[in-house]
T-cell receptor
Framework: DTGVSQDPRHKITKRGQNVTFRCDPI?????LYWYRQTLGQGPEFLTY????????KSRLLSDRFSAERPKGSFSTLEIQRTEQGDSAMYLC????????????FGPGTRLTVT | AQRVTQPEKLLSVFKGAPVELKCNYS??????LFWYVQYSRQRLQLLLR??SRESIKGFTADLNKGETSFHLKKPFAQEEDSAMYYC????????????FGKGITLSVRP
């Protein structure tokens, strides 16, 4: 296991198209997080799962965004009808559900909406 | 609401100089504080957290609840310390979402 992986690493899409990103967490980790990072900002929380249950969604997450973790393993983040403001780095992280557990981050998916 | 403030965007020092990266937070409950680091072309990784009270790569950070600060310090900077540093907070014991500051670029010149 080489850590959290994300696919694709880069995505260029035209405004109005739908995109889907995948995250594969570290195998024994039951918590999975999605963050978004724009230029000059720190990562910003979007949503997180414990196993297959989505426990929290940011109020910043519009209805165009949806995330799933159907079998408690990998997760997908879909953005419908993309807008230029969606251009960002999308980061995935995973952790074990223990107090003080470290979140391990993936390399990110860079989305560019033209 | 949780907030993390890193007041500076860039700190440039010479090798061997002391380093202090500032972090202030706002949270009504008990926080758990972290420093994450991102080296060039690498992923974000944990550097240290206040509950472990460790020194990692010569860096230390002490949680000051009175001043609501968690500054990162190193007495003698090395060139390999050059990276982006983020301070982050989560409610103590919750192991939930992290709230990050905007980050600071540390540049260590030879």
């Amino acid at each position: 296991d080489t850590g959290v992986s994300q696919d694709p690493r880069h995505k260029i899409t035209k405004r109005g198209q739908n995109v889907t990103f995948r995250c594969d967490p570290i195998s024994e980790h039951n918590r999975l997080y999605w963050y978004r990072q724009t230029l000059g900002q720190g990562p910003e929380f979007l949503t997180y799962f414990q196993n297959e249950a989505q426990l929290e969604k940011s109020r910043l997450l519009s209805d165009r965004f949806s995330a799933e973790r159907p079998k408690g393993s990998f997760s997908t983040l879909e953005i419908q009808r993309t807008e230029q403001g969606d251009s960002a780095m999308y980061l995935c992280a995973s952790s074990i559900r223990d107090r003080g557990s470290e979140q391990y981050f993936g390399p990110g998916t860079r989305l560019t909406v033209t | 609401a949780q907030r993390v403030t890193q007041p500076e965007k860039l700190l440039s020092v010479f090798k061997g100089a002391p380093v202090e990266l500032k972090c202030n937070y706002s949270y009504s409950g008990s926080p758990e504080l972290f420093w994450y680091v991102q080296y060039s072309r690498q992923r974000l990784q944990l550097l240290l957290r206040h509950i472990s009270r460790e020194s990692i790569k010569g860096f230390t950070a002490d949680l000051n609840k009175g001043e609501t600060s968690f500054h990162l310090k190193k007495p003698f900077a090395q060139e390999e310390d050059s990276a982006m540093y983020y301070c982050a907070l989560t409610p103590y014991g919750a192991n939930s979402k992290l709230t990050f500051g905007k980050g600071i670029t540390l540049s260590v010149r030879p």
